[in-house]
T-cell receptor
Framework: DTEVTQTPKHLVMGMTNKKSLKCEQH?????MYWYKQKAKKPPELMFV???????INESVPSRFSPECPNSSLLNLHLHALQPEDSALYLC???????????FGSGTRLTVV | GIQVEQSPPDLILQEGANSTLRCNFS?????LQWFHQNPWGQLINLFY???GTKQNGRLSATTVATERYSLLYISSSQTTDSGVYFC???????????FGTGTRLQVTL
């Protein structure tokens, strides 16, 4: 299995809602990542988990809360988002820091 | 932080044409990857190429690490090659994969 699976593919949520994005990989990778991509821009790093511990938080607002329950799963909990948080959210994994990254197909989030 | 610039920003080709995309980076890198992002947003890994040359079918890539650039060659382009091409790099021991500015490619019939 050489895939990173993200669910849901599309999500529309109100500003008072709580929702979660899920990411799963079964490649034995020990690093997992959340990226955010706005339209016509490159992806930007949000969080890095290494060996299930948060190692990088790129000054992301607290309304985004990551969680790594085990080495195969990565969640992103969303609460009280703003319309400007609408974007494509991409999950990725890698064996180690300087090995190739594999990306999921993303969750397209719209905040209304 | 490291700066990653890609050129050209936009490219329109007729089917069957060849093209070269360039990625310049401002510091030494340990990892360089080329990705193709299709219209649905999927980032597809094309090459892991911190140095040297690799080929995969109609695509090939060369990274000259000492001169801080990488090239992606697309030969005999097809409409399915349309999308955005990103290079992305890691430096040192950082886990942060930094993406370039992207090249938007449109292949027409």
């Amino acid at each position: 299995d050489t895939e990173v699976t993200q669910t849901p593919k599309h999500l529309v949520m109100g500003m008072t809602n709580k929702k979660s994005l899920k990411c799963e990989q079964h490649m034995g990778h020990r690093a997992m990542y959340w990226y955010k991509q706005k339209a016509k821009k490159p992806p930007e790093l949000m969080f890095v988990y290494s060996y299930e511990k948060l190692s990088i938080n790129e000054s992301v607002p607290s309304r985004f809360s990551p969680e790594c329950p085990n080495s195969s799963l990565l969640n992103l909990h969303l609460h009280a988002l703003q319309p400007e948080d609408s974007a494509l959210y991409l999950c990725a994994s890698s064996q180690l820091v300087n090995y190739g990254y594999t990306f999921g197909s993303g969750t397209r989030l719209t905040v209304v | 932080g490291i700066q990653v610039e890609q050129s050209p920003p936009d490219l329109i080709l007729q089917e069957g044409a060849n093209s070269t995309l360039r990625c310049n980076f401002s510091d030494s890198v340990n990892n360089l990857q080329w990705f193709h992002q299709n219209p649905w947003g999927q980032l597809i890994n094309l090459f892991y190429i911190p140095s040297g040359t690799k080929q995969n079918g109609r695509l090939s890539a060369t990274t000259v690490a000492t001169e801080r650039y990488s090239l992606l060659y697309i030969s005999s382009s097809q409409t399915t090659d349309s999308g955005v091409y990103f290079c992305a790099v890691n430096t040192g021991t950082a886990s942060k994969l930094t993406f370039g500015t992207g090249t938007r490619l449109q292949v027409t019939l």
